[in-house]
C-alpha cells in the first residue's frame, strides 16, 4: 500500500520527467538503487539514515531526484543530491548539529574505512 503523500510525490516526478524528456540531455546519477547514505528530510531538515530505492534521471537544468526510505523510520521522501551523503563527513560542517540520534558519528567511534554498501531496496 502506498501512501497518498508518496504517491502525490511520485505524480509530480512523472510529470516533470514527461516535460523534461524534450531536450535529449539527462543529468548524471551519482547515487544508484540500492545505495546505504544519509538523507536530509525536507519537513525538519535532520539527516537520517536511509536507502535510495529509485533514481529518477532529469534533463538540464532540473536535478536529479532520488525516492529514499528513512530506514529507522520507514516513511519516505523524494530528494536531491544536496540532501544526500555518503557517511557524517559528507554532511556540511554547519548542520552536524541536526543529525538523527540513530546516525552513527565517525567522531565518536573509532576510525574505520567505510565503502559505500549496495542492497536491495525496501519493498512495501
Known amino acids: 500500500v ?3 503523500h508518496l504517491q502525490l510525490l ?3 516526478v512523472e510529470q516533470v520527467k514527461v516535460e523534461g524528456i524534450s531536450d535529449g540531455k539527462e543529468m548524471v546519477s551519482k547515487w544508484l538503487v540500492g545505495n546505504d547514505c544519509l538523507a ?19 534533463s538540464p537544468p532540473g536535478p536529479v531526484q532520488y525516492l529514499v526510505t528513512f530506514t529507522d523510520y520507514g516513511n519516505s521522501e523524494i530528494v536531491i543530491d544536496d540532501d544526500l551523503a ?6 556540511p ?17 573509532p576510525t574505520l574505512v567505510s565503502e559505500q554498501v549496495t ?5 512495501r
Not at 40 to 58: H, K, L, M, P, Q
Open 119 to 123: 542492497r536491495k531496496p525496501l519493498v
Open 86 to 91: 555518503a557517511n557524517v563527513e559528507g554532511i
Open 93 to 109: 560542517g554547519d548542520q552536524l548539529d541536526m543529525l538523527d540520534e540513530n546516525v552513527e558519528r565517525s567522531d565518536l567511534l
Open 2 to 4: 502506498l501512501d497518498i
Open 40 to 58: 536530509r528530510w525536507v519537513e525538519d531538515g535532520r539527516w537520517y539514515n536511509a536507502i535510495v530505492d529509485t533514481v529518477f534521471e532529469s
Open 10 to 12: 511520485l505524480e509530480d
